[in-house]
């Protein structure tokens, strides 16, 4: 199955190229969003979408890091539209065998995969989109 490999950092993750719309160059500023969780980048206008944009690094409780983020992956999740705030992306590949990953796992992760030599943490999109929804329930 093909993915959509991106990093946060030098971290290496992958999402089904089934479950990515496309990838964009982020706007200079993000508009914030009153109240909103931390994770919740802000809302930025997509040809007249308006699309909710969440720092993946806070979504995975990964920590702080200092590169300045670079795209935004938005995902395919019908009527809604989310973005995650990523480093870079690296391209699309060949994801033959995700097996479980080692440790306590989130529902935004699938499992890890190796490509190239090097691991891959395969996101789950349902996963991440519970994640998201669980953020502003969870706020109150």
Same mark, same amino acid.
């Given at each position: 199955?093909? =993915?959509? $490999?991106?990093?946060?950092?030098?971290?290496?993750?992958?999402? %089904?190229?089934?479950?990515?719309?496309?990838?964009? /160059? %982020?706007?200079?500023?993000?508009? @914030?969003? &009153?109240?909103?969780?931390?994770? $919740?980048?802000?809302?930025?206008? +997509?040809? #007249? @979408?308006?699309?909710?944009?969440?720092?993946?690094?806070?979504?995975?409780?990964?920590?702080?890091?200092?590169?300045?983020?670079? @795209?935004? /992956?938005? +995902? !395919?999740?019908?009527?809604? !539209?989310?973005?995650?705030?990523?480093?870079? /992306?690296? #391209? $699309?590949?060949?994801?033959?065998?995700?097996?479980?990953? %080692?440790?306590?796992?989130?529902?935004? $992760?699938?499992?890890?995969?190796?490509?190239? #030599?090097?691991?891959?943490?395969? +996101? !789950? &999109?349902?996963?991440? !989109?519970?994640?998201?929804?669980? +953020?502003?329930? =969870?706020?109150?």
């Amino acid at each position: 199955m093909r =993915h959509v $490999i991106f990093r946060v950092e030098k971290e290496r993750y992958g999402l %089904p190229l089934s479950a990515v719309r496309e990838v964009v /160059v %982020p706007p200079e500023r993000f508009t @914030r969003v &009153p109240r909103a969780p931390s994770a $919740i980048t802000g809302v930025m206008n +997509l040809r #007249g @979408r308006v699309v909710t944009v969440v720092e993946l690094r806070q979504l995975l409780g990964l920590p702080e890091g200092g590169t300045p983020q670079a @795209r935004v /992956v938005l +995902l !395919d999740r019908g009527r809604r !539209d989310l973005g995650l705030l990523v480093t870079d /992306v690296d #391209g $699309i590949e060949a994801v033959e065998r995700v097996s479980a990953a %080692p440790g306590k796992l989130t529902p935004a $992760i699938r499992g890890v995969a190796r490509l190239g #030599g090097l691991g891959v943490t395969v +996101l !789950d &999109p349902e996963g991440l !989109d519970a994640a998201v929804v669980a +953020l502003f329930t =969870h706020s109150k």
